[in-house]
Antibody
Framework: QLQQSGPGLVKPSQTLSLTCAISGDSVSSNSVTWNWFRQSPSRGLQWLGRTYYRSRWFYNYAPSVKGRLTIKSDTSKNQFSLQLNSVTPEDTAVYYCARQYGPFDYWGQGILVTVSS | DIQMTQSPSSLSASVGDRVTITCQAS??????LNWYQQKPGKAPKVLIY???KLGAGVPSRFSGGGSGTDFTFTITSLQPEDIATYYC?????????FGQGTRLEMK
């Protein structure tokens, strides 16, 4: 199970921060990846990035957000997080975390994040 | 980026109809193609993975096929609970990309 947390409103130019807490699996599992997505009417479903552990940590980011996005993994809390810098109203979307084990088989509940002053 | 072109964008059908959605990748993605169902306010749910494998607990009226760049998703006998939006998704390369979605409505 994946439980998301974070604010639903962020001001323009600030940082959007979300956390995905994992239960029933481990963030350092070497057989899965942990992912962030967002969904908006204008952009559809968009993969943002992922983290995974294969003897060391790996991070991949979508080109569209690379340079603004940081994904972190926290083994002590068994969770991973998203930080998106310098947000604009175009970053308004429902954000999801998801586990990939083959397909994306477990998803968080989704959080609507609105970027507005 | 690999572009996923899904069609149609919307579809109206009756209970019991056979429904087919197509998805074309901009390059060969081998078997790395999944199909998801999404209902309003919910996260996507995997129905078909690796082109043709049925997801856990997914009814057998759902199926998938194809290879390389051209893929299909079929519902053999549409049920009222199948009203949703459907997406194809490739994971051959990052960035992982989705089709634009097909909104399925009941006639």
């Amino acid at each position: 199970q994946l439980q998301q947390s974070g604010p639903g409103l962020v001001k323009p130019s600030q940082t959007l921060s979300l956390t995905c807490a994992i239960s029933g699996d481990s963030v350092s599992s070497n057989s899965v990846t942990w992912n962030w997505f967002r969904q908006s009417p204008s952009r559809g479903l968009q993969w943002l990035g992922r983290t995974y552990y294969r003897s060391r940590w790996f991070y991949n980011y979508a080109p569209s957000v690379k340079g603004r996005l940081t994904i972190k993994s926290d083994t002590s809390k068994n969770q991973f997080s998203l930080q998106l810098n310098s947000v604009t109203p175009e970053d308004t979307a429902v954000y999801y975390c998801a586990r990939q084990y083959g397909p994306f088989d477990y998803w968080g509940q989704g959080i609507l994040v609105t970027v507005s002053s | 980026d690999i572009q996923m072109t899904q069609s149609p964008s919307s579809l109206s059908a009756s209970v019991g109809d056979r429904v087919t959605i197509t998805c074309q990748a901009s390059q060969d993605i081998s078997k790395f193609l999944n199909w998801y169902q999404q209902k309003p306010g919910k996260a996507p749910k995997v129905l078909i993975y690796d082109v043709s494998k049925l997801g856990a607990g997914v009814p057998s009226r759902f199926s998938g096929g194809g290879s390389g760049t051209d893929f299909t998703f079929t519902i053999t006998s549409l049920q009222p609970e199948d009203i949703a939006t459907y997406y194809c998704q490739q994971y051959d390369n990052v960035p992982i990309t989705f089709g634009q979605g097909t909104r399925l409505e009941m006639k």
